[in-house]
Nanobody
Framework: QVHLVESGGDSVQAGGSLRLSCAAS????????MAWFRQVPGKEREGVAA??????????YYTDSVKGRFTISQDNAKNTLYLQMNSLKPEDTAMYYC????????????????WGQGTQVTVSS
């Protein structure tokens, strides 16, 4: 069982920055892919960024709308996943979720078996 707890969400002005954190506990070694998703009420959950570890190598994935602005990283010693978000836009407003899965990267949120409770990010213009 993997337990994920997000933090760092806040209300910011457009152009601002935030860093989200996701503290993981439990059988984290079994999860080869860690990801950030976001969701706006009434809309499908959207993959934002992911790290997949395969054969000792890390692979990074970003949705097009955040490339160049968001950076995903992880500190294995602290079992913590991060999402550095710069140049925030009002359309980045959403509930952000940390997720993990046993297999490699997948854009399908339904394939992730561990989820945090979410942290709200609100960007005002």
């Amino acid at each position: 069982q993997v337990h994920l707890v997000e933090s760092g969400g806040d209300s910011v002005q457009a152009g601002g920055s935030l860093r989200l954190s996701c503290a993981a506990s439990g059988y984290t070694y079994s999860r080869k892919c860690m990801a950030w998703f976001r969701q706006v009420p009434g809309k499908e959950r959207e993959g934002v960024a992911a790290i997949s570890t395969v054969g000792g190598n890390s692979y990074y994935y970003y949705t097009d709308s955040v490339k160049g602005r968001f950076t995903i990283s992880q500190d294995n010693a602290k079992n913590t996943l991060y999402l550095q978000m710069n140049s925030l836009k009002p359309e980045d407003t959403a509930m952000y979720y940390c997720a993990a899965r046993v297999g490699g990267y997948s854009p399908n949120w339904g394939s992730y078996d561990a989820w945090g409770q979410g942290t709200q990010v609100t960007v005002s213009s």
